[in-house]
């Protein structure tokens, strides 16, 4: 497994298409204030440095989980957290970018 990998953004197997097929999650790890300042619809807000901690709930979301940041550096870190934690998540990238993919299907 190469770093890209492990870092989330290498070897997509599954496109963000797919997991919203499958009515993914769509988990945002910024912080608060970024949040705050915008964010996709129907988002959910864990900051990285929380994300550990809520691997419970977001267990209990039984869905694929899309994970967004503002550039896709966080993101890439929280989606190696969910899948070392069984969950099957995405790195979606930076949180803009992403509403656009999401808003041309």
Not at 18 to 47: L, Q
Not at 50 to 70: D, R, S, T, W
Request: hydrophobic share 35%; proline share 2%.
């Amino acid at each position: 497994m190469g770093l890209l990998n492990i870092l989330g953004f290498g070897g997509k197997t599954e496109s963000v298409n797919e997991y919203m097929e499958k009515g993914a999650a769509i988990i945002d790890v910024r912080t608060v204030g970024e949040y705050r300042d915008g964010h996709i619809n129907g988002s959910k807000n864990i900051p990285l440095s929380a994300i550990g901690n809520q691997i419970e709930a977001i267990k209990k979301l039984n869905k694929p989980v899309i994970v967004c940041c503002a550039s896709g550096m966080r993101s890439a870190q929280a989606t190696s957290i969910l899948k070392s934690n069984g969950i099957k998540a995405i790195n979606g990238g930076g949180w803009s970018s992403l509403n656009n993919k999401l808003k041309l299907d």
